[in-house]
C-alpha cells in the first residue's frame, strides 16, 4: 500500500481509507486461499520462516543476476546476422517436495529470457528454451537447486529424467 500511495500522490482521507479496506480485504480472501492451495507438510515456525527469509535474500540477487546476463545472451542471438537460434523443450522431473517450491521453480524459468515453463504434471516439468545456452541452467541443475535451497538445507540433486526435444516430432 505504501507503494501505491508513493506512486498515486493521492493522501486524502478517502483514498488512504480505499486503500487500507482494499489490503484487509485482499488478505482475508488470500489467505485460506492460501492455505488451501499452499499447504505445507509441517507448520512453519518462526525460525524457519527467519531461515527462509535469509536464502530468499540471498535468491533474489542471484535470480536477477541470472536474468540479466540470459537477457545480453538472447540480445546477442537475435542481433546476429546469422540469428543461431536452436529451439528445443526439455522435460524432466523434479524432486521439490511442494507445490510453492514448484510453482517458484516454474515462475523463475519463465522470467529468465530465453525460456518459458509450458507445463507442470506434478512432478515434470515442460519447459522451451529459445537456444542450447538457455537451457544449462536447468540441465546441469542449478536454477532448481538454488529453488529447493529455499526449503532444504542440503537438498542434493532436485532433477532427473532430462529429456531435450529438439524437434516438434519428438512430442
Not at 505504501?2 to 486503500?19: A, E, K, P, R, T
Not at 522470467?111 to 537451457?135: C, N, R, Y
Amino acid at each position: 500500500m505504501v507503494f501505491w500511495l508513493i506512486l498515486s500522490g493521492h493522501y486524502d482521507l478517502m483514498h488512504v481509507s480505499f486503500g487500507i479496506f482494499s489490503v484487509i480485504l485482499v488478505l482475508l480472501i488470500n489467505h485460506p486461499l492460501r492455505r488451501r492451495l499452499f499447504a505445507l507438510e509441517e507448520e512453519r515456525s518462526a525460525t524457519l520462516n527467519l531461515s527462509r527469509l535469509l536464502r530468499l535474500s540471498f535468491y533474489i540477487p542471484w535470480l536477477l543476476i541470472q536474468i540479466a546476463v540470459s537477457s545480453l545472451q538472447v540480445a546477442r542471438v537475435v542481433l546476429h546476422p546469422k540469428c543461431p537460434i536452436d529451439p528445443a523443450l526439455l522435460r524432466f522431473k523434479t524432486k521439490l517436495k511442494n507445490v510453492s517450491s514448484r510453482v517458484i521453480l516454474a515462475n523463475s524459468i519463465t522470467l529468465t529470457p530465453g525460456t518459458i515453463t509450458l507445463e507442470i504434471k506434478e512432478d515434470e516439468f515442460l519447459v522451451h528454451a529459445l537456444m542450447d545456452i538457455s537451457s544449462t541452467a536447468i540441465i546441469d541443475g542449478t536454477l532448481p537447486g538454488q529453488v529447493a535451497r529455499l526449503y532444504e538445507r542440503r537438498p542434493g540433486q532436485v532433477i532427473g529424467d532430462v529429456e531435450i526435444i529438439k524437434t516438434a516430432a519428438g512430442l
